[in-house]
């Protein structure tokens, strides 16, 4: 079956460290990755997406990914993390065929002071 | 321009009561969809709809049921809820140009089953 695999439940960095978060597609043709993340209790925000092109891509808050097909994955980094980062965050793929986004189990990221 | 609204944000159930979630947009999305939270297993699809009057089935649609009636709205339904439906339940909408939108969630509710 398709899915989202996120090995790291739970990752802990100091403040101004840099950070990268797993995640890795069992498989397919060209996906459609999305990264998301959710502050605690409120809904998911959208940090940045790669359907083609570019496979570096760049999004809000300071945030990058890149998607590397023979790796089958596409990590998130951040150079220098700030104690707002403190959240939780999602890779997602959309199986177009099925209209559906499948999701990874979550990365839950703290901060060091 | 409120995005994706959905109500309530908190309730508390007792086993075998019913309810509904309910989910509004007002991007003019065609596509809707519900998905529940629980912890270490991200989100999992319950049921999707592609336009008013079309549903289907996610990966965890049993016992719950859905209904498209509007573009709008899209109430998620609870018959008779039981302990297993505890979660946190997010509504979500994407406009029908595929590729340049993105899912829009709501801010979830939140549901206990005693």
């Known amino acids: 079956a398709q899915s989202v695999t996120q090995p790291d439940i739970h990752i802990t960095v100091s403040e101004g460290a840099s950070l990268e978060l797993r995640c890795n597609y069992s498989y397919g043709a060209t996906p459609y990755l999305f990264w998301y993340v959710q502050s605690p209790g409120q809904g998911l925000q959208l940090l940045l997406k790669?359907?083609?092109?570019?496979?570096l891509v760049q999004g809000i808050k300071g945030f990058e990914a890149e998607f590397k097909r023979s790796q089958s994955s596409f990590n998130l980094r951040k150079p220098s993390v700030h104690w707002s980062d403190a959240a939780e965050y999602f890779c997602a793929w959309l199986i177009q065929g099925a209209q559906k986004l499948v999701f990874g189990q979550g990365t839950r990221l703290t901060i060091n002071p | 321009n409120a995005g994706v609204t959905q109500t309530p944000k908190f309730q508390v159930l007792k086993t075998g009561q019913s309810m509904t979630l309910q989910c509004a947009q007002d991007?003019?999305?065609?596509?809707m969809s519900w998905y529940r939270q629980d912890p270490g297993m991200g989100l999992r699809l319950i049921h999707y709809?592609?336009?008013?009057?079309?549903?289907d089935q996610g990966e965890v649609p049993n016992g719950y049921n859905v209904s498209r009636s509007t573009t709008e709205d899209f109430p998620l339904r609870l018959l008779s809820a039981a302990p297993s439906q505890t979660s946190v339940y997010f509504c979500a909408s994407r406009g029908r140009v595929f590729g340049a939108n993105v899912l829009t969630f709501g801010a979830g509710s939140r549901l206990t089953v005693l």
């Open positions: 790669y359907f083609s092109g570019d496979t």
């Open positions: 991007m003019n999305h065609e596509y």
């Open positions: 709809s592609v336009g008013a009057g079309i549903t």
